[in-house]
């Protein structure tokens, strides 16, 4: 059987007068969405934009709940408690389901952004509190994360749906997490292409010591806010499939 794998994107972090990527173009590629839900960016009236394009396109909606952080992008860490993590899930995620739902689509997925979902790596009462959250939104979302990550481990432990998730334009450590970049710098478009498909049909990646590490997933990231985005999950998209790979949206591969 072919290999099949999704393209998602960070979208929809534009918030009132301020533009943040290309949702339209990165969307004619992608065939799935992760949309901002007003914390780290976004507000009601792009969510409710964006919600709608990705229907136009046929883009499966995942909500992309962050830290209370406009000004840092929700790149910046914050301490909070389980109950607080618990509660800007709800809140963050809901939102999105609503106009989803008056959009007439389904929420296929849910995944934290930036630092929310970092800190959860090697905290475990923060990882829980974000499950516990997403286990009481219905229809249950799928939930993509790293898959050697706490979260990940988690959540397959708890029997949720749960997405391995590959990074374009992230560098991984040797520890097979991913670097964040509060902005990112000049991207070679052809080298991320070759790291993409090695990560696909090999299972591997060059980590940031110059080895080699496994990687595993079933959907790859691409950042709405990168300026070559929509160039990078084109030249992508049409090099896995040269490869035989099969790009299908998560809500087909569950």
């Not at 959540?155 to 509060?182: F, H, N, R």
Request: aromatic share 8%.
């Amino acid at each position: 059987m072919a290999k099949r794998i999704d393209l998602n994107c960070d979208g929809g972090e534009s918030f009132g007068i301020f533009k943040i990527g290309n949702d339209e173009e990165m969307m004619k590629h992608v065939t799935s969405i992760s949309i901002g839900c007003g914390f780290h960016g976004g507000d009601p009236h792009v969510m409710r934009k964006t919600v709608n394009l990705a229907k136009k396109y046929g883009v499966g909606v995942g909500a992309h709940p962050g830290y209370p952080d406009l000004i840092g992008f929700g790149r910046r860490r914050l301490e909070v408690t389980p109950e607080e993590a618990k509660d800007y899930i709800l809140y963050q995620v809901g939102a999105l389901k609503q106009f989803c739902e008056a959009a007439g689509v389904k929420l296929q997925h849910a995944k934290p952004h930036g630092q929310f979902y970092n800190m959860a790596w090697t905290n475990e009462p923060l990882a829980r509190a974000i499950l516990d959250a997403i286990r009481e939104i219905k229809p249950e979302p799928i939930f993509l994360a790293l898959y050697n990550t706490l979260p990940y481990q988690l959540a397959e432990s708890m029997g949720m749906k749960v997405a391995g998730e590959l990074y374009a334009d992230l560098d991984y450590t040797p520890e097979g997490t991913t670097v964040i970049k509060k902005t990112h710098g000049e991207i070679d478009v052809k080298a991320t292409v070759e790291k993409v498909v090695k990560m696909v049909v090999e299972g591997k990646v060059m980590a940031t010591n110059g080895k080699e590490i496994e990687v595993k997933g079933n959907t790859i990231c691409f950042h709405g806010d990168n300026p070559r985005g929509p160039e990078i999950v084109e030249s992508v998209k049409g090099a896995l499939e040269k490869k035989g790979v099969k790009i299908v949206p998560l809500s087909q591969q569950y």
